[in-house]
């Protein structure tokens, strides 16, 4: 079981952006995947989710409206996109996978894409 | 949205010793609390889910306990392996969060 992450970005602020992440080893329509964004030296921070099984989306208030969570399942690929990025948009992201055993937990994490916005 | 607050933020202790991190959610969570161990440059990884059930290959010296507001991530005996830094996370409610994280060091 899995979470394999596209490569390292470097952008320019106004830029768009998509990253992937590539689920294998498990049934890929039954589980949740997540974002979370670690900004340098800082803590974690939950984006938002997607539901692979029919793209319902759940997404943090602080990043509603600046990133698109989308999938495309016939792949096992989940997505992060920005239409237009910032400097503060500089950040490892992770996706990792929702698992439901009475409660939620994030038990596989994809190994981070870093992304730096720069002009 | 819930706030979680760690402390302490940051840690030393010896080989050997015995660790306490607690994290305090701002309105009741009931056992919804899970604990992520994340080593520098590498991607978090689930210690405890549902604040007491410990995660498949994870070491018994690691152990979690609460419920309502307060809860506690123990390391029974500090191994080097362990510096890390340690972060709760609540799934009562949407958005999830986490707590601000604490570093463990050894003396």
């Known amino acids: 079981v899995q979470l394999v992450q596209s490569g390292a970005q470097v952008k320019k602020p106004g830029e768009s952006l998509r990253i992937s992440c590539k689920g294998s080893?498990?049934?890929?329509?039954?589980?949740?995947i997540n974002w979370v964004r670690q900004m340098p030296g800082k803590g974690l921070e939950w984006m938002g989710r997607i539901d692979p099984s029919d793209s319902y989306t759940n997404y943090s208030p602080s990043f509603q409206g600046h990133v698109t969570i989308s999938v495309d399942k016939s792949i096992s690929t989940v997505y992060l996109q920005w239409s237009s990025l910032k400097a503060s948009d500089t950040a490892m992201y992770y996706c990792?996978?929702?698992?439901?055993?009475?409660?939620?937990?994030?038990?596989?994490w994809g190994q981070g894409t870093t992304v730096t916005v720069s002009s | 949205d819930i706030q979680m607050t760690q402390s302490p933020s940051s840690l030393s202790a010896s080989i050997g010793d015995r660790v306490t991190i607690t994290c305090r959610a701002s309105?009741?969570?009931?056992?919804?609390l899970n604990w992520y161990q994340q080593k520098p440059g590498k991607a978090p990884k689930l210690l405890i889910y549902?604040?007491?059930s410990l995660q498949s290959g994870v070491p018994s010296r690691f152990s979690g306990s609460g419920s309502g507001t307060d809860f506690t991530l123990t390391i029974s005996s500090l191994q080097p392996e362990d510096v890390a830094t340690y972060f709760c996370q609540q799934v009562n409610s949407a958005p999830r969060t986490f707590g601000q994280g604490t570093k463990v060091e050894v003396k």
């Open positions: 549902a604040a007491s």
């Open positions: 309105q009741s969570i009931s056992n919804y």
């Open positions: 080893g498990y049934s890929f329509g039954n589980f949740w």
């Open positions: 990792a996978r929702t698992v439901v055993r009475g409660s939620e937990s994030l038990d596989v």
